[in-house]
T-cell receptor, first 112, second 112 residues
């Protein structure tokens, strides 16, 4: 019940394409859903986050869509660039439980 | 404004030894969490410290222990190292245990 399932494991898109990464959770106590971007040899960087009372959030080229009834959320990267090539992690956080549960990650490669 | 810093960057230890990793949180943050990230996996929560006390713990054995100091910096100690402890150890800080955590660059531990 504490798991966050992320798909796909890897993704290759052309420059300008819109990669979509999906995540699903079980525990309805989760109340904060961040996405992290990680480059090789670096720590994860907070990209964008959403709370369950919002269905969509945009920040720059990054958009989170959230479906509370389906317990699913996704990340869309508009006009993807080669510099977006990285591993992306979805996560879920329970304010009362204090810990963040991460998905397994999606390795994105954007072809020039 | 300095972000989360960790030391050392890399560390090589022998099986059975003990190791101490250090973390300084982002300015203004009072909560520190530690994660273990195996190659190709998402970060796994080890524990979280707030007000110098361990507030939440993941599924890690007692060989993993920590400490938080009055200036909010933190240490992670691992005793009786096993080969399987080889990983990237990440420190993340936040304010009042909010979900928006900021990660350091990590310490790469190799156990031989």
């Amino acid at each position: 019940q504490q798991q966050v399932k992320q798909s796909p494991q890897s993704l290759i898109v052309q420059k300008g394409g819109i990669p979509i990464i999906n995540c699903a959770y079980e525990n309805t106590a989760f109340d904060y859903f961040p996405w992290y971007q990680q480059f090789p040899g670096k720590g994860p960087a907070l990209l964008i986050a959403i709370r369950p009372d919002v269905s969509e959030k945009k920040e720059g080229r990054f958009t989170i869509s959230f479906n509370k009834s389906a317990k699913q959320f996704s990340l869309h990267i508009m006009d993807s660039q080669p510099g977006d090539s990285a591993t992306y992690f979805c996560a879920a956080f329970n304010t009362g439980g204090f810990k963040t549960i991460f998905g397994a990650g999606t390795r994105l490669f954007v072809k020039a | 404004d300095a972000g989360v810093t960790q030391s050392p960057t890399h560390l090589i230890k022998t099986r059975g030894q003990q190791v101490t990793l250090r973390c300084s949180p982002k300015s203004g943050h009072d909560t520190v969490s530690w994660y273990q990230q195996a190659l190709g996996q998402g970060p796994q929560f080890i524990f979280q410290y707030y007000e110098e006390e361990e507030r939440q713990r993941g599924n890690f054995p007692d060989r993993f222990s920590g400490h938080q100091f009055p200036n909010y910096s933190s240490e992670l100690n691992v005793n009786a190292l096993l080969l399987g402890d080889s990983a990237l150890y990440l420190c993340a800080s936040s304010f009042l245990a909010s979900g928006g955590q900021y990660f350091g660059p990590g310490t790469r531990l190799t156990v031989t």
